[in-house]
């Protein structure tokens, strides 16, 4: 039996690779603050609280695991100037990334066995940014980080690995512009992201590395016309 937990499994991401893992035979729990996507077991909690990852990991009561995606984390609220961001939203947003890593890690290394994989969900913005995005920035580059330095760690018997997703999508809303602005000629769908997932979960020669699934984004050099 292969067992998968996935953090943020409410999202557009996290559904995805719920659904991906199910498809593929794993036996999947969902733990997010809301419910998660059919046919995984929804395990309500706030990864960032050290109390609530623990309650959850008692609740779950599995005695081994294959693989943990780290993939929740909010957006917000550091959308405004740096000066004017306050260290209570500068933690929320690190403690939903950063420390939910590090919480959820932490209560799954006892139960990880030989060949089992983590998988870091960073981000295109750990390498790049558009203003006001600075707690979201720091926390999606110390989880780059955090993947070599656990790489290291856990090794030969975890491996550990990061997804970079530039913009995933599932709006009808989009403009042209939107997709051709990519190499690849489209914006990024939450399969691209899952299909990531799966490959890393499998391979056994890759470690401490970082998989950028951005449709060549951060590839592409801008000029001003």
């Not at 996290?14 to 498809?23: P, S």
């Not at 995984?40 to 609740?59: H, K, L, N, P, T």
Request: hydrophobic share 45%; glycine share 12%; aromatic share 6%.
């Amino acid at each position: 039996m292969k067992r998968a937990i996935v953090t943020g499994a409410a999202g557009l991401i996290g559904r995805g690779v719920c659904q991906a893992l199910i498809d593929d035979g794993w036996t999947v729990a969902a733990f997010d603050l809301k419910p998660g996507p059919e046919g995984a077991r929804s395990v309500i909690c706030d990864v960032g609280d050290e109390a609530s990852v623990q309650a959850a990991f008692a609740e779950l009561g599995w005695d081994g695991l294959e693989l943990l995606v780290n993939n929740a984390g909010i957006a917000g609220p550091d959308r405004g100037p740096m000066a004017d961001l306050s260290l209570a939203d500068w933690r929320k947003v690190t403690d939903s990334h950063l420390t939910g890593a590090f919480l959820m890690s932490r209560a799954a290394i006892p139960l990880l066995g030989e060949g089992a994989a983590i998988i870091h969900m960073v981000s295109t913005r750990a390498f790049m940014s558009e203003p006001n995005t600075e707690a979201y920035a720091a926390s999606k580059g110390a989880m780059v980080a955090l993947t070599h330095a656990m790489a290291i760690s856990l090794g030969p018997r975890v491996r550990v690995n990061a997804i970079a997703p530039g913009w995933i999508s599932d709006g009808e809303d989009l403009r042209p512009v939107d997709h051709e602005q990519h190499p690849v000629g489209r914006v990024g769908r939450p399969d691209d992201i899952s299909g990531a997932v799966l490959y890393l979960a499998g391979a056994g020669f890759v470690t401490g590395q970082v998989l950028t699934v951005d449709g060549g984004m951060t590839r592409k050099m801008i000029y001003a016309e």
